[in-house]
Every structure is written in C-alpha cells, then in structure tokens.
C-alpha cells in the first residue's frame, strides 16, 4: 500500500510540472504584446494581434481551461490511470509472479536423486515467495491426502493470488468506465449553460456565434473523458491477459508436480514441524 501511495504522490507532482511547463510554452506561443507605443497605431496592433489571437483559440491548454470544474475529477483519473498501470507493470513482472529461479529449483528437485522430496520443495517456496509459490505451497500441504482434495486445494489458492493480482486492474476498469460519463455530463452541462446564456445575449447579437462557442467548449470534457478512459481501457485488457498467461503457467506447473507426489498418497502428511 505505502508503495503506490509514494507512487502516486510522484506521479501526481510529474504531472503538475509538466503542467506548469506546458502553460509555460502556451504563453509564449500567444507571442509578445504590443508596447504602448505599437497600440496608438491600430493598424499595426491589428497586423500583431490577430494571427495569435486564432493560435490561442486553438490551443488545447486553454479548452482545458475552460472545461470547468469538470476537469478536476478527469485530471484525478488521469493521474490514477498513469499511477495504477506503472504499478502493474511492476507487480505482474515475471520474476514478481513465478520467478525462473523457483522453477528451476523445483525442476531439479525432481530429477535429484531419490525422488522429489516434498519438505525440500516447500523449503524452497518459502525461500522464493510469489504468487507461483503460494500455490505450489497450497498443493505441498495436501501431500498424502487424494488427488481430488489437492487439485481442489491448487485451483483455490489459484483463484485467490489471481484475485489479488486483479485488485488493482479494476481500478483501470472503473475509470475506464466512468471518465466517459463524467465527461459527458460536463458536456450536458456546458451546453445547457450555453444555450442559457444565449437567451440572455443583448438584442443585436449574433446569437449562433455564441451558441457555437459554447458548444464546442462544452465538448472539451467528452474529448478529455475518452482521452483518459481509452487507455485506462488498453492498459486494463493488457494486465488481465498477462495475468492470464502467468497462471497458465502456475497451473501447468502444479500439474506437472502431480505425478511426483502420487507416491505419497495416503502414506505421509505434513504437520507444522515440517513445514518451518
């Protein structure tokens, strides 16, 4: 937990300089303003001032501006997006969830000479703790007991790393989900404050102009929400697959360790001795 708090407080501080750099950059593509000496020619303010003034519009910082408070809840998922998915990226590496090391060991374990020795190979779960571990120690404890009750107890403790492993793909999944509805409904939003204040433009106005406008920065937050949701949604079918893979191979493992303890059945039990 302390982990990917630190985590997001690092990625929420990255994201705020960047912010600050980027506003940086968009105040100086506006350009220079004109000195007071350059404003008493309106022809000359004229030449300076309009191109910048159609740059600025387009300028994406100041759509995010002007989403509103809208944005606040979309730049928090955005933060969360990035935050879970580095976090991912180092929980569900190899060596975190079935390290090579332990599958060597046990591989040896079996080829030694004497058979595979049960104690030995929870000695070794022990000294390489994962995901792939916890499952082959659930199959070790059931040494002696029918085959029925160790595959039962192998595809439990399977489920429950796996569910462990889900926990935090699920926020990837939640905000995947909800950024597009809280984008729009900022949208519903803007649009309902433009045609309102529409309705109160002064006679002789050009009512489209500014109905136009209005709707187009409302827009600003359903194009943030997909921008924040679509790779929440990439990122959270990506994980999932990779943890599918893993536990693939979990399984095969186990199953591979069958043969070796069928011997055993009805003939040796561990008890908490043999365990530490």
Not at 74 to 87: D, F, H, K, N, Q
Not at 126 to 132: I, L, W
């Amino acid at each position: 937990m302390n982990r990917w708090i630190r985590l997001f407080v690092f990625v929420t501080l990255a994201s705020l300089i960047t912010s600050d750099a980027l506003s940086g950059l968009a105040q100086e593509s506006v350009g220079p303003q004109p000195s007071s000496d350059i404003r008493s020619n309106p022809e000359t303010v004229e030449e300076l001032v309009v191109t910048p003034m159609v740059a600025a519009d387009l300028n994406l910082l100041n759509l995010l501006v002007q989403g509103g408070w809208f944005m606040v809840p979309l730049l928090a998922l955005s933060m969360l997006v990035v935050t879970m998915t580095i976090e991912r990226m180092i929980g569900l590496r190899r060596s975190k969830v079935l390290p090579p090391i332990l599958v060597r060991e046990l591989a040896d374990l079996g080829r030694a000479e004497g058979g595979f020795d049960p104690r030995a190979a929870y000695r070794i779960c022990q000294t390489f703790p994962s995901a792939g571990s916890k499952v082959i120690q659930a199959l070790l404890t059931k040494v002696g007991r029918p085959q029925s009750e160790v595959e039962h107890s192998v595809a439990e403790a399977s489920q429950r790393e796996a569910e462990k492993l889900h926990n935090n793909v699920r926020w990837l999944n939640m905000t995947a989900q909800i950024a597009p509805l809280i984008g729009l409904l900022g949208t519903v939003w803007g649009m309902i404050q433009a045609f309102y204040d529409t309705t109160q433009l002064d006679p002789g106005r050009n009512k489209s102009e500014a109905l136009a406008e209005g709707i187009y920065t409302a827009l600003v937050t359903t194009l943030v929400g997909l921008i924040v949701a679509i790779p929440a949604a990439i990122a959270a079918h990506y994980f999932e697959s990779k943890i599918i893979r893993l536990f693939h191979q979990i399984d095969e493992m186990s199953f591979n360790l069958f043969p070796q303890i069928e011997r055993f059945e009805g003939k040796v039990r561990f008890s908490h001795q043999d365990r530490d």
